[in-house]
Every structure is written in structure tokens, then in C-alpha cells.
């Protein structure tokens, strides 16, 4: 007599073992493509707060079995009523760990690898053995970050068409309160995240004159202690907000600050929020927000489906409201364009071209470190990368790029004003003057 007990996959059956009119063109319905995804897909998983304990439940669920999670942070007593993955007894345990270890527990087979550290400090490589990157930030400098980094695996044919084998998909959410968003970036050929950067307000600014001689509100205090009083006790030093200890400082400073003013209601988490431009999270839009990039997720590695064109906005504030709007991606865009054009001269060192990128209009990026095809031409951090790498910046780039007519470099570093640096990679289209191979359609469109 045959099995009649429901299949674990059954909902996901009617997904990928059935044609349809909107499945993607490389759909091939079979228990063969259910097989191979559990098997071989590979998802990032960027965050494990509030987004990213419900997408790595979600995703879990939907039949991916290889996922990985990245997380710098440690679960916080603030984070209990909506971080669902997360207990008392986890309060002060890295989230990437406990959310890995919580997800396995609930799901059989799925294997969840953890990473307690910042994105900055994984090479770029380890981002490329992934096959779709799943964002769960609160941050628009770690999306600027994590899309750069994405954009930089793109190569371009002559003819300015995106390769198909290096693009890598990214499913971005975000929510504010009672509001959220889900949208798919397909480098080359959706808008990047800077494509519509535009679409994020900028942070609000309290006037200096405000904050130093008549504060009203607990905000008032915060930003005293942390855009005036940091700077007045520690000259010299710049504030790092993922700093535990920096953090607690301005907390304190703050304190005191409303003390003075009688001014009430400065905690540590609101501190944490204005000083991150951080907006409380809701459970139920998280919920919402991560089912649907669970589910482009899936449309994206099966192809069950066409996928989402391409950002979604959900808004429960006054009943409910879902629109889906299609941008359009920006020709010229910097980081998910061919990349910016370099001409130099084949005696360029590679101090000097480290040089350059300061002053270029278009990047102006200071303390940038260099790699080539993976490898580490100069690394400004950790301290044994710099020593390691210090002997090339007196090498001419054109040898250390093995003597080719032009190339792809990839440069991180910092740009933005003086009061707001921010960490960023961008992609160069290097190219010498004067070698064989070299045309003039190469050299059209330099800086």
C-alpha cells in the first residue's frame, strides 16, 4: 500500500513540479530541480535581527538547506519581544550564532553556518561562493556596502550586456515600523541599491546650537554627547558606533546631559537609535516583508515564476496597502555600471594610483586598499596584511597587474564628508596607454 502521509515538501511540490504560465524561461518542473536546490543552492542571509531571524526561518522552510547568516551583533534585552529566535538566557550571545543554532533545531536538514563579525571583514570572495544574497539590514551604509560588493563580481561584454554567469541576485528588505519594502536587485539589469538611493530620506539633523545650549528632548541629549562632547574628550579619535564601549559612553555622556536639563526618557536602546538613525521594529512587518523575500528567493533559484519588478512597498499604518512599483536602472551608475574607466601610464606605481583614487572627481576615496583578480595588492587593515602588502606600493601597477592592456581592479575605502565617512567598494575598468591590444573605443569615455 502506498505512503499516503503528506509530504514535508508538499506545498513546494505545487511549486516546482508543475508548469505554469508564469514560470521563469529555464523552468524545468521535476523533483530533479527540488532535488538540486536543496542540495546545491547556497543563500547569505545579511542580519539575524528582527528581518533576519524571520527570513532564515522562512527560507528554511521554503527548502533551501545550505544557508549561511552574518551578524556583528549581540542579543540585547530590547530585542526579545519581536527577535522570536532569540531567549533570556541568550541576552549577551552573538544573534548569528543563537538564530543559526535555534533554526536548526525547528528545521531538520537544513545546515545554517553562522559568522559573528562585521561585512567589512570577509573578503570579497567569500561573498561570491554564494548563489543569491538575502538582505535583513537596518542600515543604509551596509546595503550601500553589501551592493557594491555584489555589483563588483559583474563583468560586462563588449557591447555593454551583462554576463549572465557572473551576475549576483540580491532580495533586499527593510521595515520602519508599520512600513516595509521587498525588492529584487539583479545587477546590470535591475537598479542597484545607489540606483535609487534617492528613495531613502536623508537623517534628520538637529541645529549644533540646539543641542549644545537649549535641549528639549532626550534625542537633544544624545546627539550632544555624541556629535559635541565625544569630539571635546577624545580629540583625535573617531567614533565607531558598532562599538560597545563608544556606545555606552555617549550613553552615559547622554545620561548626565538630560540630568542637567531635567529632561527624562534617555535609555540605552534609544540611544542606540538615534545615534544608528535606527526606527523601532514590528513583528508583524517583519513577518510580511520576509515572506515575500522567501518568496522571491525562490522564484529567483528555481525560476517557478517570474520574479518581483521590482520593488515592493508595504504600508499597515491605516488598514493595509501593497503597491509594486518597476524603476528603472541608472545607465551611469558607478557601482553596478561597467565600472568607472582609469587611463594610466604603465610607471604608475601603485602608491601613486592609490593616490589618484583620492583626488578623482568621481570617486574621491581615501585609504583604499587594492586587489586583483582575488589577490591582495594592498590591504590598509589588519596591521600584518599592511606590513605583508607594503612592498607593492613601489611596484608600477602595470606589473603587478601581470603586464595586461587593461583589466578590472576592485578598490575599498572610505569617501563622504569629514563628518560622515563611509566604508564603500567600486569597480575599475584599469587601462595602460601605449600597450598593444589597447583601442581607442577603450579609452572613449575616461576621466
Known amino acids: 500500500m502506498a505512503d499516503t502521509a503528506p509530504s514535508r515538501s508538499r506545498d513546494l511540490d ?19 530541480l527540488r532535488d538540486d536546490l536543496q542540495e546545491y543552492a547556497r543563500i547569505l542571509v545579511v542580519g539575524a535581527g528582527g528581518l533576519g531571524c524571520e527570513l532564515l526561518k522562512d527560507l528554511a522552510l521554503s527548502g533551501f538547506k545550505n544557508l549561511e547568516v552574518i551578524d556583528m551583533d549581540r542579543i540585547e534585552v530590547s530585542n526579545l519581544n519581536r527577535q522570536f529566535l532569540f531567549r533570556m538566557e541568550d541576552v549577551g550571545k552573538p544573534k548569528a550564532e543563537v538564530a543559526a543554532k535555534r533554526v536548526m533545531e525547528r528545521v531538520s536538514g537544513v545546515n545554517i553556518v553562522p559568522h559573528f563579525c562585521r561585512i567589512e571583514d570577509k573578503d570579497i570572495s567569500f561573498y561570491n561562493d554564494f548563489n543569491i544574497i538575502v538582505l535583513g539590514l537596518d542600515s543604509i551604509e551596509a546595503r550601500s556596502y553589501i551592493n557594491a560588493v555584489a555589483c563588483s563580481f559583474l563583468e560586462y561584454e563588449t557591447d555593454d550586456k551583462p554576463r549572465e554567469e557572473t551576475i549576483k541576485p540580491m532580495v533586499d ?29 536623508p537623517q534628520v539633523k538637529f541645529p549644533l546650537c540646539t543641542l549644545a545650549e537649549t535641549p528639549r528632548t532626550a534625542a537633544h541629549c544624545i546627539e550632544y554627547a555624541h556629535l559635541i562632547k565625544w569630539d571635546e574628550v ?13 556606545m555606552q559612553w555617549v550613553y552615559s555622556e547622554a545620561v548626565k546631559r538630560a540630568e542637567l536639563f531635567g529632561i527624562p526618557g534617555v535609555t540605552y536602546s534609544l540611544t542606540q537609535g538615534v ?28 525560476g517557478c515564476s517570474k520574479t518581483l519588478s521590482n520593488y515592493l512597498t508595504y504600508n499597515g499604518v491605516a488598514g493595509l496597502h501593497i503597491k509594486v512599483t518597476e524603476f528603472v536602472k541608472d545607465k551611469d551608475c558607478l557601482v553596478c555600471g561597467p565600472g568607472v574607466l582609469i587611463e594610466l601610464d604603465t610607471s604608475v606605481t601603485l602608491e601613486k ?70 566604508s564603500c567598494l567600486r569597480k575599475l575598468r584599469v587601462v595602460f596607454r601605449g600597450v598593444d591590444g589597447v583601442t581607442d573605443m577603450d579609452m572613449a569615455g575616461g576621466a
Not at 527593510?174 to 546590470?188: D, L, N, Q, S, Y
Not at 606589473?399 to 565617512?421: C, E, N, P, R
Open 353 to 422: 594610483f592609490i593616490n589618484l583614487l583620492e583626488e578623482h572627481p568621481k570617486l574621491q576615496l581615501a585609504k583604499a586598499s587594492v586587489t586583483y583578480q582575488g589577490k591582495n595588492l594592498y590591504m590598509q587593515a589588519p596591521p600584518v596584511l599592511e606590513e605583508m602588502t607594503r612592498s607593492n606600493l613601489s611596484l608600477p601597477l602595470y606589473d603587478l597587474m601581470d603586464k595586461v592592456a587593461k583589466d578590472i581592479l576592485h578598490v575599498t575605502g572610505v569617501t563622504g564628508q569629514s563628518d560622515k565617512k563611509t
Open 234 to 246: 577624545h580629540s583625535g579619535k573617531s567614533f565607531d558606533p558598532d562599538d560597545p564601549e563608544h
Open 275 to 302: 545615534v544608528k538613525n535606527i526606527i523601532p521594529a514590528i513583528a508583524s512587518t517583519n513577518a510580511i516583508i520576509s515572506a515575500a523575500c522567501a518568496l522571491e528567493t525562490l522564484k529567483i533559484a528555481s
Open 14 to 32: 505545487k511549486l516546482l513540479l508543475r508548469a505554469g504560465n508564469l514560470v521563469g524561461p529555464t523552468f524545468e518542473p521535476g523533483t530533479e
Open 173 to 201: 528588505g527593510g521595515t520602519e515600523g508599520f512600513k516595509g519594502h521587498a525588492r529584487v536587485i539583479i545587477p546590470g539589469v535591475t537598479p542597484c541599491f545607489e540606483c535609487t538611493i534617492w528613495l531613502f530620506p
